[in-house]
């Protein structure tokens, strides 16, 4: 981020100090503050806790001297701080920097430059017509860090104070309230001073110790007034003379994206609008400002408006917040907006090796709550504000989000504390739940800009006076801005089509004067304006539509020249910049239409033909299938960019059966590479659409496999129930193996498995038939897994054995691994619990040595039932959370749960029943989602450990519904287990019972 050079950002600045002028019952005194934001004075509590009446006052005797009455907003006598509230007199400025605060160490010997400003007693002078008034005194001196611990304050040594006017009262009266700083940043307030001490001691509040001794309450409070963040983001003050940087400039904002809009310079409206939006982006309890408005009202200059003011450190109005860490700026109709790029956008502002590491850990799979989970924890507490511009793009005509992605990661904003804070534009609101409302806010734009800002926007947009409109009279102005409904946009194109005929030379009259009963004016003008290209300019202009991205010149022209090589595209390009339809970012060399004009200029595209909009859309397909990397060179979702919009394009061209085939050779990467829900999201864009047998047949099959690892369940078997159909009826033999394989694999989950071993049979001996090793082992796999699953322990080993011949035979490690996946829930099924524990143990190795950790999560998972069954609780739940971390890396919600569900019942062996509890709440959570029938017992299970202490008759009601809900799958734990405990707890509650039961 830039400093802005008349904010202020390098440290004290002498406008902002204040005197603080009290009149209380005991008479008036002074003391000192700053003005830490436009509306928000620090000081110390004892100068202001009794007043009737406070003044402050600032840049006394001085060009623009103002003062204001001032209100105690917040007030703590435990730590010595107030902050007061005011309105700056006319002419001040209404946004200045926030203030910055940082700490000093006490765990280290240091000794640290500082210095504050006030006006204390000893600076009493008198004029020549005898009226008293203070001087600013600059008290330079040092802290040593480790004096003062007992108290937890710092200790100033300053130059002693030059008089001692009254023995009676301190010489440094008046300058209690004056911030302390530390190079560029606000450490402490001055408190006290002991006479005792000598007349070169003071005592300051040490900011960091006395607001982390606050209560919540007041601690939010005083951050909402004064910005001032969490302890672990205050930095550290460098001690003198340490040789290391003093920090006087910090680290500039890393801000992500460009801006949304152009001219954020010029931008100088919706004042109101801008200190609302501020005002809620400044309470921590609101995650989510909307802007919202039709079409052209300027939501996303005023969202780029307010981004600016933070890049530059001023919060508008008299709610400041904390200076942001870092800002991320995105819209639909430039970058995208997806969950993969929240992601790896908000990643790049921690710098390249915290984004590695985040990169790695997206790749690596998990579910998506994991990994934003673990963004969360890299940002550490961060303010990021992020922008979500035209995000109706996203959205259903109801306003419900249509895309997974964005689905999942507002679920996970509302869900965690100190998460990004969003800024969204769009034209209707974002619906959400009732019950996250709370969480949001929304600014309206239903009005045009007022008369005056309108008429000020015209004279800007003829600023060398060419056109005519700078020198027309307020009336005409005003009478042009009715006429267009004050929006922004429409002024601006209004004064395009005048300075775009260069033939007839228009006044704003003339363009005015055939548009006063047209119903959308806005559509209108930027038709007009399509109307008067010639067709070169109009062919680039729809070119520039359909891309919907920024891009170089050369890229416009090597496109165009693949629909016309005789286009003069650069001619073409002039015109329209010239014309303002299309904008330069010289930062970039790029080019882009606003989106406005975009989507204007490709409705007026006609369908077919040589520039139409299928052919223009194919050619943008077929440019991106050109750019596209090897699949051998796939690392993160971006390398997938040029596939990505390659799909998008034939979509739009209605080229459907392409745009399968593009999405069928990414999907399993996808799917096994963390974006699991982009992927079902593109499927879904395809699906109905697909006229050819064999894509449609691919893209069930692929789209199955994406619900079976995203759920639920039931719709991964209709979709490979489709397959089968399909495949069976086209005769396409490998293609009905992968489907009945997903099939029996889908309906394994769901726990129908005499259907399963009828399915992965067939599969396991048509993958024999085709000679795809590596699918037979696969099947054998979950056939013998399917044995276990039905308590035919021994028959589960034959299939184990069977894959430890064909892994000894091949030396394939992955082979070895699955065989012993197979032997360990087999052993597991036949509780041989010591050989269960030893086999799990070999398979984690196999599978770790293989690269692949397909089930490392149920090896695991395993071993820890065995330790369970060994009356080793305590052991079990070490391995079963280690097997929930697993199964969360691997995206399958249907093994996650059944690892929790573990968890819970090892937990509640090992007496903590508050842990059984929430972890069966969480099993629960994600076997819903999976679709799994154990759902049912994971409620019931964390219902007896709630109420197991206080009502033990309904804790064992619950166990036995639990056991109930449980079919004695060997991977979960056995039905007996639970229902022997329901019996202790029942006779423990009723010992007569329990006696009769015993006998």
Same mark, same amino acid.
């Given at each position: 981020?830039?400093?802005?050079?008349?904010?202020?950002?390098?440290?004290?600045?002498?406008?902002?100090?204040?005197?603080?002028?009290?009149?209380?019952?005991?008479?008036?005194?002074?003391?000192?503050?700053?003005?830490?934001?436009?509306?928000a004075v620090l000081t110390a509590a004892h100068v202001v806790s009794d007043a009737t009446e406070v003044v402050v006052r600032c840049d006394a005797d001085r060009p623009g001297e103002w003062s204001a009455p001032a209100t105690v907003a917040w007030l703590d006598k435990g730590s010595d701080l107030a902050v007061l509230s005011l309105t700056p007199s006319a002419g001040v400025p209404a946004s200045i920097a926030q203030a910055r605060f940082g700490r000093i160490a006490d765990d280290r010997h240091g000794v640290f430059g500082v210095h504050a400003a006030g006006f204390p007693l000893w600076k009493r002078r008198r004029r020549p017509d005898g009226v008293y008034f203070r001087e600013l005194h600059q008290a330079d001196g040092t802290v040593a860090a480790l004096s003062n611990l007992r108290t937890r304050t710092l200790e100033m040594t300053v130059t002693p104070a030059g008089a001692d006017p009254d023995p009676g009262v301190s010489p440094w009266a008046g300058m209690s309230g004056?911030?302390?700083?530390?190079?560029?940043?606000?450490?402490?307030?001055?408190?006290?001073?002991?006479?005792?001490?000598?007349?070169?001691?003071?005592?300051?509040?040490?900011?960091?110790?006395?607001?982390?001794?606050?209560?919540?309450?007041?601690?939010?409070?005083?951050?909402?007034?004064?910005?001032?963040?969490?302890?672990?983001?205050?930095?550290?003050?460098?001690?003198?003379?340490?040789?290391?940087?003093?920090?006087?400039?910090?680290?500039?904002?890393?801000?992500?994206?460009?801006?949304?809009?152009?001219?954020?310079?010029?931008?100088?409206?919706?004042?109101?609008?801008?200190?609302?939006?501020?005002?809620?982006?400044?309470?921590?309890?609101?995650?989510?400002?909307?802007?919202?408005?039709?079409?052209?009202?300027?939501?996303?200059?005023?969202?780029?408006?307010?981004?600016?003011?933070?890049?530059?450190?001023?919060?508008?109005?008299?709610?400041?917040?904390?200076?942001?860490?870092?800002?991320?700026?995105?819209?639909?109709?430039?970058?995208?907006?997806?969950?993969?790029?929240?992601?790896?956008?908000?990643?790049?502002?921690?710098?390249?090796?915290?984004?590695?590491?985040?990169?790695?850990?997206?790749?690596?799979?998990?579910?998506?709550?994991?990994? *934003?989970?673990?963004?969360?924890?890299?940002?550490?507490?961060?303010?990021?504000?992020?922008?979500?511009?035209?995000?109706?793009?996203?959205?259903?005509?109801?306003?419900?989000?249509?895309?997974?992605?964005?689905?999942?990661?507002?679920?996970?904003?509302?869900?965690?504390?100190?998460?990004?804070?969003?800024?969204?534009?769009? $034209?209707?609101?974002?619906?959400?739940?009732?019950?996250?409302?709370?969480?949001?806010?929304?600014?309206? *734009?239903?009005?045009?800009?007022?008369?005056?800002?309108?008429?000020?926007?015209?004279?800007?947009?003829?600023?060398?006076?060419?056109?005519?409109?700078?020198?027309?009279?307020?009336?005409?102005?005003?009478?042009?801005?009715?006429?267009?409904?004050?929006?922004?946009?429409?002024?601006?194109?209004?004064?395009?089509?005048?300075?775009?005929?260069?033939?007839?030379?228009?006044?704003?009259?003339?363009?005015?004067?055939?548009?006063?009963?047209?119903?959308?004016?806005?559509?209108?003008?930027?038709?007009?304006?399509?109307?008067?290209?010639?067709?070169?300019?109009?062919?680039?202009?729809?070119?520039?539509?359909?891309?919907?991205?920024?891009?170089?010149?050369?890229?416009?022209?090597?496109?165009?020249?693949?629909?016309?090589?005789?286009?003069?595209?650069?001619?073409?390009?002039?015109?329209?910049?010239?014309?303002?339809?299309?904008?330069?970012?010289?930062?970039?060399?790029?080019?882009?239409?606003?989106?406005?004009?975009?989507?204007?200029?490709?409705?007026?595209?006609?369908?077919?033909?040589?520039?139409?909009?299928?052919?223009?859309?194919?050619?943008?397909?077929?440019?991106?299938?050109?750019?596209?990397?090897?699949?051998?060179?796939?690392?993160?979702?971006?390398?997938?960019?040029?596939?990505?919009?390659?799909?998008?394009?034939?979509?739009?061209?209605?080229?459907?059966?392409?745009?399968?085939?593009?999405?069928?050779?990414?999907?399993?990467?996808?799917?096994?590479?963390?974006?699991?829900?982009?992927?079902?999201?593109?499927?879904?864009?395809?699906?109905?659409?697909?006229?050819?047998?064999?894509?449609?047949?691919?893209?069930?099959?692929?789209?199955?496999?994406?619900?079976?690892?995203?759920?639920?369940?039931?719709?991964?078997?209709?979709?490979?129930?489709?397959?089968?159909?399909?495949?069976?009826?086209?005769?396409?033999?490998?293609?009905? $193996?992968?489907?009945?394989?997903?099939?029996?694999?889908?309906?394994?989950?769901?726990?129908?498995?005499?259907?399963?071993?009828? *399915?992965?049979?067939?599969?396991?001996?048509?993958?024999?038939?085709?000679?795809?090793?590596?699918?037979?082992?696969?099947?054998?796999?979950?056939?013998?897994?399917?044995?276990?699953?039905?308590?035919?322990?021994?028959?589960?080993?034959?299939?184990?054995?069977?894959?430890?011949?064909?892994?000894?035979?091949?030396?394939?490690?992955?082979?070895?691994?699955?065989?012993?996946?197979?032997?360990?829930?087999?052993?597991?099924?036949?509780?041989?619990?010591?050989?269960?524990?030893?086999?799990?143990?070999?398979?984690?190795?196999?599978?770790?040595?293989?690269?692949?950790?397909?089930?490392?999560?149920?090896?695991?998972?395993? $071993?820890?039932?065995?330790?369970?069954?060994?009356?080793?609780?305590?052991?079990?739940?070490?391995?079963?959370?280690?097997?929930?971390?697993?199964?969360?890396?691997?995206?399958?919600?249907?093994?996650?749960?059944?690892?929790?569900?573990?968890?819970?019942?090892?937990?509640?062996?090992?007496?903590?029943?508050?842990?059984?509890?929430?972890?069966?709440?969480?099993?629960?959570?994600? *076997?819903?989602?999976?679709?799994?029938?154990?759902?049912?017992?994971?409620?019931?299970?964390?219902?007896?450990?709630?109420?197991?202490?206080?009502?033990?008759?309904?804790?064992?009601?619950?166990?036995?519904?639990?056991?109930?809900?449980?079919?004695?799958?060997?991977?979960?734990?056995?039905?007996?287990?639970?229902?022997?405990?329901?019996?202790?707890?029942?006779?423990?509650?009723?010992?007569?019972?329990?006696?009769?039961?015993?006998?």
């Amino acid at each position: 981020m830039r400093p802005d050079p008349g904010q202020g950002r390098g440290g004290l600045d002498p406008h902002r100090l204040a005197e603080v002028i009290v009149a209380a019952g005991s008479g008036r005194r002074r003391g000192s503050g700053y003005r830490v934001s436009a509306g928000a004075v620090l000081t110390a509590a004892h100068v202001v806790s009794d007043a009737t009446e406070v003044v402050v006052r600032c840049d006394a005797d001085r060009p623009g001297e103002w003062s204001a009455p001032a209100t105690v907003a917040w007030l703590d006598k435990g730590s010595d701080l107030a902050v007061l509230s005011l309105t700056p007199s006319a002419g001040v400025p209404a946004s200045i920097a926030q203030a910055r605060f940082g700490r000093i160490a006490d765990d280290r010997h240091g000794v640290f430059g500082v210095h504050a400003a006030g006006f204390p007693l000893w600076k009493r002078r008198r004029r020549p017509d005898g009226v008293y008034f203070r001087e600013l005194h600059q008290a330079d001196g040092t802290v040593a860090a480790l004096s003062n611990l007992r108290t937890r304050t710092l200790e100033m040594t300053v130059t002693p104070a030059g008089a001692d006017p009254d023995p009676g009262v301190s010489p440094w009266a008046g300058m209690s309230g004056a911030a302390v700083w530390a190079g560029s940043r606000i450490v402490g307030v001055v408190a006290e001073h002991h006479r005792s001490e000598g007349m070169g001691r003071l005592t300051a509040v040490r900011l960091d110790q006395a607001v982390h001794k606050l209560g919540p309450a007041d601690r939010a409070e005083f951050s909402r007034l004064t910005g001032f963040p969490a302890t672990a983001d205050l930095p550290f003050a460098v001690p003198s003379g340490s040789g290391e940087s003093a920090g006087e400039e910090d680290p500039e904002v890393r801000v992500v994206g460009v801006p949304v809009a152009h001219g954020i310079e010029l931008f100088k409206n919706r004042t109101h609008e801008t200190d609302l939006i501020t005002g809620h982006l400044s309470d921590p309890t609101t995650r989510m400002v909307t802007v919202i408005g039709r079409r052209g009202m300027g939501k996303s200059a005023l969202a780029a408006k307010v981004m600016d003011l933070l890049d530059r450190g001023a919060w508008p109005g008299t709610a400041p917040g904390p200076a942001p860490s870092g800002l991320v700026n995105l819209s639909t109709r430039t970058t995208g907006i997806s969950l993969e790029r929240l992601f790896h956008d908000c990643a790049r502002l921690l710098g390249p090796e915290p984004e590695a590491r985040l990169r790695a850990a997206w790749t690596a799979g998990g579910t998506v709550h994991d990994r *934003l989970d673990q963004l969360h924890s890299a940002l550490g507490g961060r303010l990021i504000v992020v922008l979500l511009d035209n995000l109706e793009d996203l959205l259903h005509d109801d306003g419900s989000i249509a895309d997974e992605g964005l689905a999942v990661f507002l679920d996970w904003l509302f869900r965690t504390r100190a998460t990004p804070r969003l800024l969204v534009t769009s $034209q209707v609101p974002v619906r959400l739940a009732p019950e996250l409302r709370r969480f949001t806010a929304q600014v309206e *734009l239903s009005k045009g800009l007022g008369a005056a800002e309108a008429a000020a926007l015209l004279r800007e947009l003829d600023r060398d006076g060419s056109l005519g409109i700078a020198d027309l009279s307020d009336d005409e102005l005003l009478n042009a801005a009715v006429h267009v409904h004050g929006v922004p946009r429409a002024l601006e194109l209004l004064v395009g089509a005048v300075a775009g005929d260069a033939l007839m030379l228009p006044t704003l009259g003339d363009v005015l004067k055939d548009f006063t009963h047209r119903h959308d004016v806005v559509a209108y003008l930027a038709q007009d304006r399509y109307r008067r290209l010639d067709e070169s300019a109009r062919s680039v202009l729809g070119v520039l539509a359909a891309l919907r991205t920024r891009v170089r010149q050369s890229e416009v022209e090597e496109i165009l020249n693949g629909l016309d090589p005789d286009l003069p595209v650069a001619p073409a390009l002039t015109s329209l910049v010239r014309m303002h339809l299309v904008s330069v970012d010289r930062a970039s060399r790029t080019l882009a239409l606003h989106p406005m004009d975009a989507d204007l200029a490709y409705a007026q595209m006609p369908s077919h033909g040589s520039f139409g909009r299928q052919t223009v859309e194919r050619r943008l397909a077929s440019w991106y299938a050109g750019r596209r990397r090897p699949d051998d060179t796939w690392r993160s979702p971006e390398d997938l960019e040029a596939h990505r919009r390659q799909f998008e394009h034939l979509v739009r061209a209605d080229d459907h059966d392409a745009a399968a085939r593009v999405l069928n050779e990414m999907s399993e990467w996808l799917v096994w590479h963390g974006s699991v829900l982009s992927a079902v999201s593109m499927h879904l864009t395809v699906r109905g659409h697909i006229t050819d047998d064999q894509v449609r047949l691919a893209h069930t099959v692929a789209y199955g496999h994406a619900r079976l690892s995203a759920g639920p369940m039931e719709q991964a078997v209709d979709l490979f129930t489709e397959a089968v159909e399909l495949a069976e009826r086209l005769g396409e033999r490998s293609q009905l $193996q992968n489907a009945l394989f997903g099939l029996g694999d889908a309906h394994r989950q769901l726990g129908n498995l005499d259907t399963t071993v009828e *399915l992965l049979t067939r599969a396991a001996g048509l993958a024999g038939e085709l000679g795809d090793t590596e699918r037979e082992e696969h099947a054998l796999l979950s056939l013998s897994l399917t044995h276990s699953y039905l308590g035919d322990g021994e028959r589960a080993l034959e299939g184990a054995e069977r894959l430890a011949a064909i892994a000894d035979a091949s030396g394939d490690l992955l082979t070895t691994a699955r065989a012993g996946n197979a032997r360990t829930i087999a052993l597991l099924t036949l509780c041989r619990w010591q050989d269960t524990i030893a086999a799990g143990a070999e398979t984690v190795r196999a599978y770790r040595a293989s690269g692949t950790p397909e089930a490392i999560a149920y090896a695991l998972n395993a $071993q820890g039932i065995a330790f369970v069954a060994l009356d080793a609780p305590a052991e079990g739940a070490s391995l079963l959370e280690e097997a929930c971390h697993e199964a969360s890396l691997m995206e399958n919600p249907r093994s996650e749960g059944v690892c929790l569900l573990n968890l819970s019942w090892a937990y509640w062996c090992d007496g903590r029943h508050q842990q059984s509890a929430d972890t069966a709440e969480r099993a629960a959570t994600v *076997l819903r989602i999976a679709g799994s029938a154990e759902e049912e017992a994971a409620r019931s299970l964390a219902e007896a450990a709630r109420v197991r202490s206080r009502a033990p008759q309904d804790a064992a009601a619950a166990l036995r519904r639990a056991a109930a809900a449980l079919d004695g799958n060997a991977e979960i734990v056995a039905p007996a287990w639970l229902t022997d405990h329901a019996d202790r707890l029942a006779a423990r509650a009723d010992p007569a019972a329990g006696a009769q039961h015993d006998g």
